[in-house]
């Protein structure tokens, strides 16, 4: 869910220029720091997103971050204050929160006024953490594709990327990953003291080990290719298993092939978090 309006009324080319990324924006806010701005030529599109909610605006170059934000933060602060989470999250049609235009509006009539704005409001917190924690700069590239045309991204986030958040861990899961960093521990604690085997058998073990911890990795962060690695993690589990058959009981077999599946199913239900869905409010 996304709110967008203009600070100034100039309906030019640079305008409608700026207006056509507000989409595609709106569509990855969630793999975008919090706060961020978008230079298009004379227009800068600025935006914030919290609880799943964006808030975005369009102003020319010129125009101060600090009141840009300001203005953004007291749309986020009010918009928080006047709908409970249970609403938003069930709003299924475009304009379900039509009724808050009225504030919009209002506020940004006080902001395209920033000289008496200025001594109207207190700036100093804002102007403290917009020096502490500059807006992320982002370039059209980061977008991708806008329109149907596709933009070559050469760009990437430097110093705190925004890491893309994954679901809440459920108790299932701490269970595969607590019963993963166990038959990781075995594989090792097996491969130190298997000094008569031959060479292949304690690489076994090792492979082992790695792919179960490889496995917990894969289920605490979020990574391309994620659900891909789990199971070929998961296959190179089971081949080490095959390999390692005359050492093991068939109890002991079941178990690590058990816990690699229970791994894999919990890495996969845990999922990157989705934004709330896009109306164009």
Known sequence: MWYFKELYYEQDRGVQESKK???????????????????????????????GVGYMMVCIESYPSVLAFSFLDELQREFIVSYDTKRISSAVRPYSFI????????????????RSLSTKINLADMQTEIKLRPPYQLSTSDLGT?????HQSTSKYKGIAPNQMLEPVTLAGIVSCVLSLL??????????HAIESILQMKI????????????????AFCTSWRNVKSCLSFGLI?????????????WQLLFHVTVGVFTTLQIRLRQPQGKAPDYNV
């Open 21 to 51: 990324y507000l989409k595609t924006l709106s569509k990855k806010l969630s793999q975008h720091p919090d706060r961020c701005t978008l230079k298009t030529g004379q227009y800068n599109i600025n935006f914030t997103s919290s609880l």
């Open 99 to 114: 009724d808050f235009d009225n504030f919009i509006q209002k506020t940004k009539q006080r902001y395209n006024s920033p």
């Open 146 to 150: 806008v329109n149907g045309f596709a």
């Open 183 to 192: 038959c990781g521990s075995l594989n090792l604690i097996q491969g130190v």
């Open 204 to 219: 076994a073990f090792f492979l082992g080990m790695a792919a179960c911890f490889y496995q917990c990795y894969l289920f």
């Open 238 to 250: 089971c081949l080490c298993s095959m390999y390692l058959y005359e050492l093991r009981n068939m």
